[in-house]
């Protein structure tokens, strides 16, 4: 399994970019994908997850401003983030979950300037 992170970018306070998480090979496997970030200085942190059945959960930092979703079709999650802050910057990452393993995409870095 490869997870593919891309989106990210310098952007401004209060723009709302949508980062995707492309995952490919044996992709049947795969249970719940969650997005994880990285802060400058701070460990890595879960950020929302979405479960097989679309059922979604969400760190509290990030509530009502994030929104996961996934796209079967073209086997790609995606974070749709929105009210950005600068303590929002940070490198995304993508996590896949099967029942045996877990992997992990290669991040993509959000900056958020004031």
């Known amino acids: 399994v490869q997870l593919q992170a891309s989106g990210g970018g310098l952007v401004q306070a209060g723009e709302s970019p949508k980062l995707a998480c492309a995952v490919s090979?044996?992709?049947?496997?795969?249970?719940?994908v969650a997005w994880y970030r990285q802060r400058p200085g701070q460990e890595r942190e879960w950020v929302a997850r979405i479960d097989p059945g679309g059922s979604t959960s969400y760190a509290d930092s990030v509530k009502g401003r994030f929104t996961i979703s996934r796209d079967y079709a073209k086997m790609t999650v995606y974070l749709q983030m929105s009210s950005l802050r600068p303590e929002d910057t940070a490198v995304y990452y993508c996590?896949?979950?099967?029942?045996?393993?877990?992997?992990w995409g290669q991040g993509t870095l959000v900056t958020v300037s004031s």
């Open positions: 996590k896949a979950y099967s029942v045996a393993s877990e992997y």
């Open positions: 090979g044996s992709t049947s496997y795969i249970r719940h």
